[in-house]
């Protein structure tokens, strides 16, 4: 019979082998996370999530291209805006830690069968459908066997989470450097919590990884690119392109390729399928018409056009309100809940585990984790340009959201949220630390990455009490 040591020297190998194969940690830690979220959010708290969720439902009732409703006479069955409103809208709890979620509510909501002959015209979101579609077949058949709505709510929080978190598995595997840095990035608190909501943020981030993931296992393989291959990549620049808006920005990062054999004319051509997609959006969102959002937690007083127009002749303007923004106790949130922020966006990762998330990245960033030493040369000029790119997107993010939710003429940026610039966390960690790292010894490298994979699944799992705490027990 094994002594309690000998037991424990055998769980320890079992550790260090499984936390040898980054994308394993990832893909236990990544669908506990995930799944997890899903499950325990209560129906329609996720960001934005029941406007998602209708346009998920547009997409299941045959409506691809989005539309406008009232001049094309789209609808869906009144049984989901009556499901809304016992779950969600006449519940209000957004931003109340103190106020609870009745799971009664959830409960009688899954007694309400589709019934699809009673109809009603919510407006439609102009999202493309590409980050929909893993939950779009779910939703469908859910609609068939005419099962309730909350029910095909949670069925596409569950495809989503599935399909996102497969995509940055294959990605994790593709990375040719730094994959456990990247493996704990993908665990932040607040990606794994996207990747949960029906939304567009967690599968857009998730073939963001991919297209990079990629960009640079082509750029260190020793052989030519092969057709098939500049084919594939054409593809995941077309998926960004129709994924979360502003993501095509990162595209120019191709440019690593440079000197690989027919770079340019797939480029180019690539290129010009980019701009033929982000037209063809462009032309759809049109085509939808203005969307009407009717919540309540919408700001009053937005002025898209003179927004603009008062930025344009007070130049100083732009630079003050960021500086409001972020230089100040308002920007603590962003900034935080780029780690975390849950729920409604009213449910905080408190400081000290956010340190701690920080402090592990930071450790994996700056050593070399890897079996070998790290043969990985990145291009400075690719540095930079990524660097440079990701203050572009940062700007970008903050003037959308100034433009479009913030109050005319307001000295801060109204709406912003973590989640927005989690793109901008993956590329400046690529920019900065991709092909660096001091070197350990063997076992020091062992020991920090099962004490560290040990640490974020611990971390993630407090997200998730975090998270089923502020909705169901008592918060103080």
């Known amino acids: 019979m094994k002594t309690v040591r000998e037991k424990l020297d055998i769980i320890k190998k079992k550790l260090v082998l499984l936390c040898s194969q980054p994308h394993k940690i990832y893909l236990i830690v990544g669908l506990i996370g995930a799944l997890g979220f899903a499950v325990i959010t209560p129906p329609f708290q996720g960001p934005d999530e029941p406007e998602h ?19 094309t006479g789209a609808s869906l069955p009144k049984s989901i805006g009556e499901t809304l409103r016992l779950t969600f809208y006449d519940d209000e709890i957004r931003g109340f830690s103190a106020k609870k979620y009745d799971f009664n509510r959830t409960k009688q909501a899954v007694k309400k069968s589709l019934n699809p002959s009673e109809r009603y015209q919510p407006p439609m979101v102009s999202y493309n459908f590409l980050t929909y579609l893993p939950a779009v077949p779910g939703v469908f058949l859910a609609n068939v066997f005419n099962l309730s709505p909350v029910t095909s709510l949670y069925v596409a929080r569950i495809l989503l989470a599935l399909a996102s978190v497969v995509i940055v598995y294959f990605a994790i595997k593709l990375l040719p450097g730094k994959k456990y840095l990247f493996t704990f990035v993908a665990l932040l608190p607040m990606m794994l919590f996207q990747q949960s909501m029906v939304g567009t943020d967690g599968v857009s981030y998730a073939l963001l990884l991919l297209f990079l993931a990629y960009v640079l296992r082509l750029y260190t393989q020793s052989t030519d690119i092969q057709r098939n291959q500049w084919i594939k990549l054409a593809m995941l620049c077309g998926a960004i392109v129709w994924s979360k808006p502003l993501l095509y920005l990162f595209l120019p990062l191709i440019i690593i390729l440079v000197k690989k054999k027919h770079f340019w004319r797939w480029s180019i051509t690539a290129a010009v399928i980019s701009v033929l997609l982000l037209g063809a959006n462009i032309v759809m969102a049109n085509n939808a018409g203005e969307y009407e959002y009717k919540s309540d937690s919408l700001p009053q007083n937005i002025q898209s056009d003179k927004q603009l127009q008062n930025l344009k002749e007070h130049p100083r303007r732009g630079p003050r309100v960021l500086w409001n923004s972020y230089m100040t106790s308002f920007g603590d949130d962003e900034a935080r809940g780029v780690i975390g922020t849950f729920g409604a966006a009213d449910t905080l990762y408190p400081l000290w585990m956010g340190y701690i998330y920080i402090f592990v990245l930071g450790m994996t960033a700056t050593v070399s984790l890897g079996k070998d030493k790290s043969k990985l040369t990145i291009p400075n000029s690719w540095r930079w340009l990524a660097g440079g790119l990701a203050v572009v997107h940062f700007i970008a993010v903050n003037v959308a959201i100034y433009l479009t939710y913030t109050p005319y003429n307001f000295d801060i940026i109204y709406g912003v949220q973590g989640r927005y610039f989690l793109p901008t ?42 998270t089923f705490q502020r909705y169901f027990m008592y918060t103080p």
């Not at 969720?53 to 001049?71: D, E, F």
């Not at 660096?436 to 799992?461: D, T, Y």
């Open 53 to 71: 969720y209708i346009r998920v439902q547009y997409i299941a009732h045959g409506h691809v291209i989005p539309v406008n409703p009232k001049s």
């Open 425 to 466: 966390l993956i590329i400046i960690f690529m920019a900065i630390f991709l092909g660096r790292g001091a070197e350990l010894k063997p076992q020091n490298k062992k020991n920090i990455i099962m004490i560290s994979s040990l640490i974020i699944l611990l971390l993630v799992i407090m997200a998730l009490l975090i």
